[in-house]
């Protein structure tokens, strides 16, 4: 099937002028002084509930005290992928760590009802040629997901080495040693040549700072720690049947709330949605694996489709390259090329004209955004909810959904949503529930669906409170201002420390296909090191130095944009000094960066990195 042109409304159609002015209006009306510092980290009461697994039991062990080649801290896909690069290089001596019950990470946690990825699972689920797993639709299930997890790292060795329902406290270099010290909730001291931060970027759940929240005398969770002992149904069975009698209020309306709100709707006695921004949300078309297409895939399909993917995601395809994806992730790339060779713009490829094109593609952005506006009057049949339900901004200042149920639970007489864009946010909570607009809302249940810190400060991130390197140099303090790396993934004064997630250096549209490619790099240095014969690996001061350089020279300004955009994670809440960027933009693109990275595993001297040999003894 070929993928085709959206119905978009004629250019002529819009004032742009006037929508670039509400699209501002609405962020101003949104974005609020402390910017990221609105949420915060689980604390007090919530503490527990961030360490709780409410999945799995946790199994009495006593503590380790162990040497290891490589401690990777993470189990979820991140994680995954560094153990099996590692053994790709023959470095086996690892181990897993992670406060969850199991592999998985995000999707470990992630229980919710109605999960499931929200890009294409074909692309997003990596090394499927590798394992030969196939998902079974176009966007897996989270149960699914976490799965494949599990199956991976059967098939890479790694599920028997790793320490679950441990939380690291702390991560310490020792010269003496030529070591890293990593303590633990459990009591464990492992003394490792090799850390590898393998977070991801959906570690730590983030709550709003809600005034009142300790007063509310009701059930409270976050999406990432469902309780379906008090809803009813279970991850693989959505039937959330104890909330017949029950009233309900969900808090965010972003990719999670839009898969879990059609349950709730549909099994509450009320629902309330608290929408502070809505979000972008088109039709989800999710057909089952056709066996004869899986069938007929020859090798090296998934990497041809995820640069597919990426092209049509944050690029342009290539003269005459179709659309493999067709959904809202690929449809401005796809209006705008159709167009494109209509107007025979491709004739002196790759030469083009950037300004035309970015130009072009800025209109195809509003169409698009008009269509999915249009398609909240189509779906939803009061007006005044409809109008509370459009997106007005840029398609990429929040993440893309789609979703077929998520308007019309609106037409249903039990679900009612709740602006709270005049305060920014849930104006309070009481004993009782929570006021908006001076009117208070009594609810049995509040559910937090406001996601994972992802571009606030790294120690919110992280959760860990010492993390230092030569002499005692914290890596908080190490990185004030921001990252500074070698490649994105190691940095001067922390010996074998690795990072893994956006840091620095092109990112994919893909982010297991980033991480992946992290991993490869990390687990030759790695590898290199063990080689080598090497006790200490560490990136020096001057390649460190070279590599920002290089990363400044090619960064693509994306400020000007970003500011533009209605507060979210994309932008650390209109954060203007945004450190932790997730999409700092490289100009030479993926495919350059990836090349780089090549070229330098190549390179006998590998600049920028020491190796310290062992001593002998005479």
């Known amino acids: 099937m070929i993928c085709q042109k959206t119905n978009v409304p004629a250019p002529e159609e819009l004032d742009i002028p006037a929508l670039k002015a509400r699209y501002l209006a609405e962020r101003d009306k949104r974005l609020r002084r402390e910017g990221g510092e609105q949420y915060v980290r689980p604390t007090g009461d919530f503490s527990d509930n961030y360490a709780h697994d409410p999945f799995t039991p946790v199994t009495e062990r006593e503590p380790l005290v162990e040497d290891l080649d490589v401690a990777i801290l993470g189990a979820g896909f991140s994680g995954i992928l560094a153990g099996y690069h590692l053994r790709q290089q023959g470095v086996t001596k690892v181990r897993n760590i992670d406060h969850a019950g199991g592999f998985g990470g995000v999707w470990y946690w992630n229980r919710y009802p109605g999960v499931q990825c929200d890009n294409d699972a074909y692309c997003y689920l990596p090394l499927l040629e590798e394992t030969g797993f196939m998902p079974s639709k176009k966007f897996s299930d989270g149960w699914e997901i976490q799965a494949y997890c599990q ?3 059967t ?32 009591g464990d001291d492992l003394r490792v040549r090799f850390v590898v931060m393998a977070g991801g970027v959906m570690n730590m759940p983030k709550l709003p700072g809600i005034p009142g929240i300790h007063d509310f005398k009701g059930k409270m969770f976050h999406t990432s720690r469902w309780e379906h002992d008090y809803t009813g149904g279970s991850w693989t069975a959505p039937e959330l049947e104890k909330l017949k009698d029950k009233r309900v209020a969900i808090v965010g309306t972003g990719a999670t709330s839009v898969q879990a709100v059609p349950f709730l709707g549909k099994y509450a006695k009320q ?107 189509d779906l939803v049949e009061d007006g005044a909810t409809a109008e509370v339900l459009k997106p007005w901004f840029r398609f990429m200042c929040k993440r893309p959904l789609s979703n077929n149920d998520y308007y019309p639970t609106f037409n249903q007489p039990n679900v009612k949503v709740i602006d709270v864009s005049p305060t920014q946010g849930v104006e309070r909570m009481t004993e009782k529930g929570f006021i908006a607009d001076g009117v208070e809302y009594e609810v049995d249940l509040m559910i937090f669906a406001s996601g994972f810190e992802v571009t606030s400060d790294l120690k919110r991130r992280w959760g860990i409170d010492t993390v230092e390197g030569e002499g005692g140099l914290s890596i908080y303090d190490h990185w004030t201002n921001g990252p500074s790396t070698l490649h994105g993934v190691t940095t001067d004064k922390f010996p074998g420390m690795f990072y893994m997630g956006y840091i620095q250096g092109a990112t994919n549209s893909s982010t297991t296909e980033q991480f992946g490619r992290q991993a490869e790099h990390i687990a030759f240095m790695i590898g290199e090191t063990v080689r080598r014969g090497a006790d200490k690996f560490t990136a020096t001061a001057e390649g460190v130095a070279g590599y920002v350089a290089h990363c400044r020279a090619n960064e693509i300004d994306m400020s000007e944009f970003q500011q533009g955009c209605t507060p979210s994670y994309f932008n650390n809440e209109g954060d203007k000094e945004l450190k932790w960027a997730l999409f700092k933009g490289y100009l030479p693109g993926w495919d350059a960066w990836r090349d780089m990275l090549a070229d330098w595993r190549k390179s006998p001297d590998l600049p920028g990195v020491a190796f310290e040999a062992k001593e002998t003894v005479n």
């Open 151 to 153: 199956k991976m790292a």
């Open 155 to 186: 098939d890479f060795d790694l599920a028997d080495k790793a320490l679950f329902h441990t939380l690291v406290e702390s991560i310490t270099w020792d010269e003496g040693i030529k070591r890293w010290h990593v303590k633990t909730s459990r």
């Open 271 to 377: 629902l309330y949605v608290l929408q502070r921004t809505p979000s972008n949300i088109d039709e989800r078309p999710n057909p089952p694996t056709d066996p004869d297409w899986a069938a007929a895939l020859q090798p090296g399909w998934q990497q041809e489709r995820m640069a597919n993917f990426h092209r049509g995601a944050q690029q342009f395809f290539l003269p005459g390259e179709p659309d493999l994806i067709c959904d809202i992730w690929t449809e401005i790339s796809r209006n705008l090329h159709v167009e494109l060779e209509a107007d025979d713009f491709f004739k002196n490829f790759p030469e083009m004209d950037m300004a035309d094109f970015m130009a072009r593609r800025e209109v195809v952005d509003f169409q698009v955004m008009e269509r999915l506006r249009r398609r909240v009057d």
